[in-house]
Nanobody
C-alpha cells in the first residue's frame, strides 16, 4: 500500500505539503496519482506524475495552485498545495494507476482503476 501523510488544518490561502511513500518498499517504478474525496462528493483525480517525473498533469480545480513532484532518491512523492480554499477540504489519497501510466485521462479514470491506496490524509481548510 501507499501511505499519504502531511494533512492538517489550515486557513484559506495557506499551504500544506503532502507526502506519499511505500512503507517497506519503493515507489520508484510507480506512476503516482492523487485523488481526493470530500463529504458527499465523488472521488476526484487531481494530479498524477510519471515514473520519471517527466510528465505531470493537474485537474482544472488545482492547476496553478498545486505542484506534484517526486524524489526517487528519497522514495517520496510530494504534493505541494498553496492558495488553499475551503473547497480543497477532503481526504487525499495517493494511488498507483493500474496501467502505471500518467496521462491526462488518468485523472478522469474511476478509482477502481487505481491500486495500492491507503487510508489517506485529511486536509481541512477553514477560517
Amino acid at each position: 500500500q501507499l501511505q499519504a501523510s502531511g494533512g492538517g488544518s489550515v486557513q484559506p490561502g495557506g499551504s500544506l505539503r503532502l507526502s506519499c511513500v511505500a512503507p517497506g518498499g519503493s515507489l520508484d517504478d510507480y506512476a503516482i496519482a492523487w485523488f481526493r474525496q470530500s463529504p458527499g462528493k465523488e472521488r476526484e483525480g487531481i494530479s498524477c506524475i510519471s515514473t520519471t517525473g517527466g510528465s505531470v498533469y493537474y485537474s482544472d480545480s488545482v492547476k496553478g495552485r498545486f505542484t506534484l513532484s517526486r524524489d526517487n532518491l528519497e522514495k517520496t512523492v510530494y504534493l505541494q498545495m498553496s492558495s488553499l480554499k475551503s473547497e480543497d477540504t477532503a481526504v487525499y489519497y495517493c494511488v498507483k494507476p493500474k496501467t502505471n501510466f500518467c496521462v491526462p485521462r488518468t485523472l478522469r479514470r474511476p478509482f477502481d482503476d487505481m491500486e495500492y491506496w491507503g487510508q489517506g490524509t485529511q486536509v481541512t481548510v477553514s477560517s
